[in-house]
C-alpha cells in the first residue's frame, strides 16, 4: 500500500551549522515532558569549544531579554530526542516486504531459511547505527539471537530495551522454556551498565507463545521489574484465529514448519465467537502485568476498555500496517480513553527504513488531519519513553543542545 507522505519532515542538524556564542532557537511548538504547546518558546544556546549547552528555555520573550545580541535561528518545532519504542534491529538486512500479513510471515520464514547468517550481529549493528545517525536517544529492541542480546546489553551506546523475544508454540513444551529462561535470565541481567539498555522479555504474539509461557512471562516481568512487550491485534487474519481457530493465519501457521504448529489446541486457549486476542490475554491474567502491546490495528470497544483498564501503554507504526495491509490503529479511540500512544518504526522489512521521520509523515498519511503534530512528536518522546519503562526526557537548562529534536517541516513535493 503506498502511502501520500505529503508532509516532510527533516531533523535539523543546527549544532553543526553555527560556531562559537550565543543563539537563541525560536518555536513554535514546543513539547517537553509535560506535552506539547503551541506558545511561542525559545532555548538559548552557549557554544564553548565546539559543545554546545542550552543555557535558557522559556517563552520566547524572557529569552530573547537574557541575550539581546545573540544570533537568531528558527525551528518548527523542538522536543526531547525521538525514542523508537518498538524495532527489530536484527533485521535490518532484510529484503522490504509489501503483502498480506499471512503472506508476509510466509516470506520471512522463506528468508530466514535461504539466508540463515541474515539475522544476527551485523545486522543488528547496522541497524543501530542508522539509529544513531539519526541521534534517536532509546531504542525497544525485540531480539530473538542470544548473541545480539548480549551484545546490546554489552555494548550498545543507547539506552532502552532489549527485548529477550520468546516462542513457544505448545503446552507441551512450556517447561522446557520456562526452565531455560529461568536459567538465562540472571546471566542477562548481570550485563547490565550505566548508560546502556536493561533486558525485557518479548513474547512474540498471542498465537506464538503458549498460555503457560505467557502466564510465566508476565509473572516474572512483575516480579522482576523487567519490561514487557508483546504484539497483539495486528492483523484481521489474527482476530479470525481466536474466533475459530480457522482463517488465513491458522493455514500458514501450519504449513510454514513449526515443529508443534501453534493451533488453539496446543497454545492452550478455545476459539470463541467472542473472543479477542486482547480479550485473551486479559483471562489468563498476562494484561495483570501491564504490558506494553504494539499495533493494536485490529481491536474492538471492548479491547480498548480493556487495555485502559490494565494500565497498557501501546504503539503504532503505520507503515508496518499499511504495507501488510493490517488496517489502520484507532489512535482517537485509544486517546479518548486516555491510554499512553508511542510512534515507532517496526523492522526495515515492514516498514522499509528506520526513519522516524517518514513514520512522522506516514502517520499523517494515515491518521490525516486530526493528528496535530504536537500530539505526534508526543508519541515520538514522552509516549515512547513511557511504552519501555522510561521516565520522560524533560528540557531544562545544562543539558547539551544534541540531546533534542530540532524539527524543520518541509512543503517538499518532489
Known sequence: MALNEDRRFTISRLPETFGAGETIIRTPLWVGGGGST????????????????????????????????????????????????????????????????????????????????????????LGLRHLIEQRVAAVGDIIARESVLV?????????????????????????????????????????????????????????????????????????????????????????????????????????VGFTVPPDPATLGFRPAPALSPVRYLAEIGFLDASPTLVHCANVSDEDIRIIAEHGCPVVTCPRSNANLRCGVFPWQAFSTAGIPIALATDSIASAHSLDLGSELAAAFAVFGADLSLGTALEWLTAGASRALGRAGQAITPGGPLDTLTLLDLRADAA
Open 151 to 255: 551484545s546490546e546489553l554489552q555494548h550498545s551506546p543507547l539506552p532502552g530495551v532489549a527485548y529477550w523475544e520468546v516462542v513457544c508454540t505448545s503446552q507441551s513444551a512450556a517447561g522446557s522454556t520456562i526452565e531455560a529462561l529461568g536459567r538465562r535470565l540472571p546471566v542477562w541481567r548481570s550485563l547490565h551498565r550505566a548508560g546502556g539498555p536493561v533486558l525485557g522479555l518479548a513474547p512474540q504474539s498471542p498465537y506464538l507463545v503458549c498460555r503457560d509461557v505467557l502466564q510465566f512471562l508476565a509473572r516474572t516481568a512483575r516480579a522482576e521489574g523487567l519490561p514487557l512487550q508483546i504484539h497483539v491485534a495486528e492483523s484481521p487474519a489474527e482476530i479470525e484465529f481466536f474466533r475459530s481457530g480457522s482463517g488465513a493465519l491458522a493455514r500458514v501457521l501450519r504449513s
Open 38 to 125: 503551541s506558545v511561542d518558546h525559545a532555548i538559548l544556546v552557549r557554544t564553548e569549544s565546539g559543545r554546545h549547552t542550552v543555557i535558557a528555555v522559556g517563552e520566547h520573550t524572557s529569552v530573547s531579554a537574557m541575550a539581546p545580541y545573540a544570533r537568531r535561528l528558527r525551528a518548527d518545532a523542538i522536543c526531547p530526542g525521538f525514542v523508537n519504542a518498538h524495532t527489530h534491529l536484527e533485521l535490518s538486512t532484510y529484503p522490504a516486504l509489501e503483502a498480506d500479513f499471512p503472506s508476509f510471515l510466509v516470506e520471512m520464514v522463506q528468508h530466514r531459511r535461504s539466508h540463515p547468517q541474515a539475522r544476527g550481529t551485523p545486522a543488528a549493528a
